[in-house]
């Protein structure tokens, strides 16, 4: 198993910023589903698909990294745009 994943998994998605309480509807559904899939698969194959879940679970903490900040940097234009501009109408 390789290492650095394992050490990975523990960071993704920890994040204070995420709503933890928050799960879609079906979710519970869904994952009965893929724990099923799971106890079904044969165990040779189990290390390499958790590598394989863990590295998409990283792509997609970096998208979600990638569109917090671009959502914040969006937010802190929009308002140095507004103190601004009430600034130069006083």
């Not at 993704?12 to 079904?40: C, E, H, Q, T």
């Amino acid at each position: 198993m390789n290492e650095s994943l394992h050490n990975l998994r523990n960071d993704a998605f920890s994040k204070d910023s995420l709503p933890s309480s928050r799960l879609g509807i079906g979710f519970g559904a869904l994952s009965n589903d893929v724990g099923m899939k799971i106890l079904r698969m044969n165990p040779k194959h189990l290390p390499t698909e958790w590598e394989s879940c863990v590295r998409r679970l990283v792509s997609f903490q970096l998208a979600v990294d990638d569109e917090l900040k671009s959502v914040k940097d969006t937010a802190v234009s929009l308002l140095h745009g507004a103190m601004l501009s009430s600034y130069l109408r006083d």
